[in-house]
């Protein structure tokens, strides 16, 4: 298969001019007025296509007998070295090849001075080209570089000042013109101008569309290219109360061109020779390609910020667009932009979903281009939510847990009860977590019955399971067993409804009938160190079956909760190893709150010392503790070992 003539969302290259189209006049007059003027600047929005006008329109038209063109640069500061980081990162760039101990200490000026002046074929000094591409993170800088990044741009004014061939040309965002403003005599020697670089009109996007096919074996059928462009030049406007009313632009984002045309390009079969008018139509689907753009660009921000993208599809929907369908502006504020940390609007702008500018000392962004309206939009399937929703809950970010849930019932149809039921199930743990005991029943009753309308019989499981552990943590063991039963009466082998019956037939006294359960819940679990584990070594060392309770608790060793190492100072004790277990049981009392039953182990434990005030002291506190409070069978023991001292 040929390769594509389209780049996609990167940048082009140096040596892809001749796939470069629709940006000619532009490359040709900043070619020459760059070198002609002392500081040319080159700006415009994020995805504008600076770079690629720099790198595949201008670079290429620069003669090499008649300048002396240098590498682009991009200047971070560079701070291996002795002296300014941003110096050394200019001059690193400059100058790839050269040691950096060569360039250790040295000025902006001196590094100038000392290259070889080249000179043309009448003999006249050659202009040096010097571009900075992305040179807004000049302006942008942290407060503790603004010192060093000010006395750089000294330095580079100083070398313009000395040697009156240098042209410098600034590649920038839009946004940050403002910043440069202030060092444009002192960089331009008087000598200045701006370029502004505006999107494709109709006519240069067709050439950007049509002209690259040259290289390949494929051309536009009649009507196909103009199909596509116009198809990027319309807007859809969908307001919220359902009326959708569309615009044509006049001009093209060549970041979306780019997207949509590598899109086309791999959706063709390898012997189509000729792209028609049908597969535009067909296959060109422009908001379905900007969507396939968003969500990939959402996904992978989404993963360096340890975010969903769902989450994230929530946030710029209910911010970024109003409620006619129109791009809504929001600024930054110290640490988040629109209650979303600010370092993620930076990445989405990175990735051509935003574009930020200043405006009187505010940044302020926006989506890139109201064709993103419809892709952030177009609802993402609803298992993604649901999804999204399950790992939000799992990290305790209950709100965003249920926006989401709240996203996947918008996003299903109106009638789609599997939706609904996981829904109801996500609410009531959202409402579970927050306190909301009542409303927590009245989502996993509802999920429980919606499920078994569907005959979904482990999603019943999983509703009533949530429902009895609710009843659980409310202290009330018997409608917590009796709602657990029910679980297993429908799903025999449930691993977490078989671990809270065994916590609720433990707290109620019933520690030999949780053991066969607790032992299910092991052999199920998928990983061998659960609360299943944990909580039959416990009982077993209650039980005085202490070598039994060793074997579990050594598995859970990792686990520093006070119950594990309370018990497994009891188990030890009772083995007689007990300088091992005086030192775990002071481990137990120092990892936090002692329970009752930590309290009662810590008195068995001294007991079996020989230091029986201590064992009477414990068992006491034992006795009045209260969250959670003995079961009764440990209760009996601990007044049988107070009454005994």
């Known amino acids: 298969m040929t390769p594509s003539p389209y780049v996609g969302l990167r940048a082009f290259g140096t040596d892809e001019n001749a796939l470069f189209f629709g940006r000619e006049r532009e490359a040709r007059e900043l070619a020459i007025i760059w070198q002609a003027t002392g500081l040319t600047i080159l700006y415009g929005a994020s995805g504008s296509g600076k770079t690629s006008l720099l790198q595949a329109g201008v670079l290429p038209r620069i003669e090499p007998g008649r300048a002396d063109l240098l590498p682009v640069a991009r200047v971070r500061p560079e701070t291996a070295g002795h002296g300014n980081p941003y110096v050394r990162g200019l001059l690193s760039a400059l100058a790839p090849d050269r040691p950096v101990e060569a360039l250790a200490g040295m000025t902006v000026s001196r590094f100038f001075g000392d290259r070889p002046e080249l000179r043309d074929r009448y003999g006249d000094p050659m202009p040096v080209l ?20 000010d006395a750089f741009l000294a330095q580079l004014a100083e070398a313009v000042a000395e040697h009156d061939g240098l042209h410098l040309l600034l590649v920038l965002r839009e946004e940050h013109l403002a910043g440069v403003l202030p060092h444009e005599r002192l960089l331009g020697r008087g000598s200045r101008a701006r370029f502004p670089l505006q999107p494709l009109a109709r006519t240069a996007a067709l050439d950007a569309v049509v002209r690259p096919l040259g290289v390949t074996d494929r051309v536009f059928a009649p009507g196909a290219a103009e ?35 590598s899109a086309l390009w791999e959706s063709l079969e390898p012997d189509i020779s000729v792209i028609t008018v049908e597969h535009v139509r067909l296959r060109a689907d422009v908001d379905r390609f900007l969507v396939g753009f968003c969500r990939r660009a959402l996904e992978r921000v989404a993963a360096e910020h340890g975010r969903t993208p769902g989450e994230l599809q929530h946030w710029l929907r209910t911010s970024f667009v109003t409620d006619h369908g129109t791009r809504n502006t929001v600024y930054e504020g110290l640490h988040e932009t629109a209650g979303m940390p600010n370092e993620i609007a930076a990445a989405l702008e990175d990735r051509h979903i935003l574009r930020g500018e200043h405006r009187l000392g505010i940044r302020w962004y926006e989506l890139q281009h109201d064709r993103l309206i419809s892709a952030v939009r177009t609802a993402a399937p609803p298992r993604n939510y649901l999804d999204d929703a399950r790992l939000a809950l799992g990290r305790g ?54 499920s078994a309308s569907l005959q979904q019989y482990d999603a019943v499981a999983e509703a009533l399971t949530a429902d009895g552990r609710l009843w659980l943590a409310q202290g009330d063991y018997p409608q917590a067993i009796d709602r657990l039963k029910a679980v297993l009466s429908w799903v025999p082998n449930h691993s977490g409804a078989q671990l809270a019956l065994g916590q609720a037939l433990w707290h109620s006294g019933q520690p030999q009938a949780a053991l066969p359960l607790l032992n299910g819940a092991v052999e199920l679990a998928r990983s061998p160190s659960g609360e299943a584990l944990a909580l039959r070594g416990q009982i077993l060392a209650d039980l005085n079956r202490s070598a039994d309770a060793l074997r579990d608790l050594d598995r859970v060793r990792d686990h520093q909760q006070p119950d594990i190492l309370a018990a497994r100072a009891l188990a030890l004790a009772a083995t007689g190893r007990l300088d091992a277990a005086e030192q775990e049981i002071l481990d137990a009392l120092a990892a936090g709150p002692p329970t009752g039953p930590v309290l009662l182990r810590a008195a068995r434990v001294y007991a079996l010392l020989g230091r029986p005030e201590s064992a009477v002291e414990f068992s006491a506190r034992a006795l009045d503790a209260a969250s959670p409070a003995l079961p009764p069978y440990l209760r009996a023991i601990a007044l049988k070992l107070r009454a005994a001292a």
């Open 227 to 261: 199909l596509l462009v116009d198809s990027l030049r319309t807007v859809t406007y969908a307001r919220d109360d359902g009326r959708v009313s569309q615009i044509e632009g006049k001009t093209v984002e060549p970041v979306q061109l780019q997207v949509v045309c």
């Open 397 to 450: 970010e209950f709100e965003t847990a249920r926006r989401l849930t709240d996203e996947a019932v918008r996003a299903s149809s109106f009638d789609d009860v599997h939706v609904e039921g996981e829904a109801q199930l996500i609410l009531g743990e959202v409402a579970a977590a927050s306190g909301d005991v009542e409303g927590a029943k009245d989502h996993f009753e509802k999920a429980a019955g919606i």
């Open 130 to 149: 010097v571009a900075v591409d992305q040179a807004e993170e000049l302006f942008d800088v942290p407060a503790q570089r603004e010192d060093e990044r």
